[in-house]
């Protein structure tokens, strides 16, 4: 998966596979996570109305222009402590 954030907030995800849904538009926001930053890609009407059908893309950042490669088993607490408070419990938390 590449992404390719832009000035302009246009960001060019490009994968294998299609990871969002292509007529919906896509958001992102930035969350610092136990000193981590992380950027979070969303489809914001499934994040809406049904989750379980919602994507979400996690990139790792160095700073909130440069992203940087993510370990998965070194990320794994971060992104646990983000799908659970920003994805499975929304009246906690919303994006």
Known sequence: MIVRPDE????????DQI???RISPIQR????IHDNLYCVYFDPQHH??????????????????????????????????LLQMYVFNPEIHSL
Do not use: Q, W
């Not at 926001?29 to 610092?32: D, E, F, K, T, V």
């Not at 909130?64 to 971060?78: F, G, H, T, V, Y």
């Open 8 to 15: 302009d907030g246009c960001d060019d995800i490009r994968a």
């Open 48 to 81: 809406e109305r049904d989750r379980v059908k919602a994507s979400y893309v996690f990139v790792r950042m160095l700073n909130k222009k440069k992203a940087i490669n993510m370990c998965p088993e070194d990320a794994l607490p971060d992104l646990m402590h």
């Open 29 to 32: 926001l930035m969350l610092n």
């Open 19 to 21: 990871v969002m849904p």
